[in-house]
């Protein structure tokens, strides 16, 4: 009988403790931030700093043959271990390209699964508190992208380049008000552009770790292949906002981008971006002068 008490004190305060997640550990983010919840493993991708942070719980039972000190760290351990194992489900479900996640890669090449469990196993834990009621919490916070190989980028994207292609996988949709002709605009007409920021806010896009972008015609305007992951300090992955003011206020795309507005989505996740054929040929013309591309200094902001 006493068992039975105790196990339904567990499941009480596992209860309770999850529905404290959301306000757990507050973050002060800027609302223009792309931040995508994963309430089934109490976690959230950042798309525009590009990190995956989780939480994971474990029960603080105290009882006659278990003191506090005791419960307390085998209260910590379980909640590290449920936060790794929600990492490590979370991930494989993040999309890379518009037509691969993570799962494809790790169960298709032995390499990237070791790497990739590798880099899950030295998540950061950037919070753990004891929580009111007889619970503990634990936060981790794993990069997508960042300076060269200290990410899943840095494993995952050589990946994607060896088996790249320049074929559009899907037809075009485009948006219901598209038109054929330029959209860009340079706030420094004078100066080299020193990245794109991509507007397409009137489309249903969905994020991933190496969208492409098409020009209308079907001809790729930037892609894997484009990007030299050792020429930019901050990260080769696209980054996503939700507005155009946090995306220029972001330091990869510089202090002149070219801001350009998408007309049409691709990919079987509607992750790949279309714009006007004008446009490509701005970018493609201007690249040629700042070799933004292969530095990656793209922001795409979608609502």
């Not at 049409?264 to 509607?270: F, K, S």
């Amino acid at each position: 009988m006493a068992m039975v008490l105790i196990n339904m004190k567990k499941i009480v305060i596992l209860l309770l403790i999850i529905s404290l997640s959301v306000t757990l550990f507050a973050n002060s983010l800027p609302t223009g931030y792309l931040i995508e919840s994963h309430t089934s493993y109490n976690g959230s991708i950042n798309w525009t700093k590009q990190d995956v942070e989780v939480i994971g719980y474990g029960a603080l039972i105290v009882s006659p043959d278990r003191p506090y000190f005791q419960a307390k760290l085998m209260a910590r351990e379980a909640a590290k271990t449920d936060a790794y194992r929600n990492l490590a489900e979370m991930l494989k479900g993040i999309y890379v390209t518009s037509e691969t996640t993570v799962l494809n890669f790790i169960t298709e090449n032995d390499f990237v699964r070791k790497k990739v469990e590798m880099f899950i196993q030295g998540a950061e834990i950037i919070e753990e508190k004891e929580i009111e009621g007889g619970g503990y919490a634990v936060k981790l916070r794993l990069a997508l992208g960042g300076p060269k190989e200290g990410n899943i980028a840095s494993v995952l994207l050589p990946e994607v380049a060896k088996n790249d292609s320049d074929v559009l996988t899907t037809k075009i949709q485009f948006g219901s008000n598209y038109e054929e002709k330029p959209t860009y605009q340079v706030p420094k007409s004078t100066s080299d552009v020193t990245g794109v920021i991509i507007d397409a806010r009137n489309l249903e896009v969905r994020p991933a770790m190496s969208p492409k972008i098409f020009s209308s015609d079907g001809k790729e305007v930037f892609g894997p292949r484009y990007i030299d992951p050792y020429k930019n300090p901050d990260s080769p992955l696209v980054a996503y906002t939700r507005d155009l003011e946090t995306a220029r206020s972001l330091a990869r795309v510089g202090e002149n981008p070219v801001i350009i507005n998408a007309i049409g989505v691709v990919g079987t996740n509607q992750s790949d971006v279309v714009i006007a054929k004008a446009d490509a040929d701005i970018i493609f013309d201007q690249n040629k002068l700042g070799g933004f591309l292969a530095e990656g200094r793209i922001v795409i902001i979608i609502k």
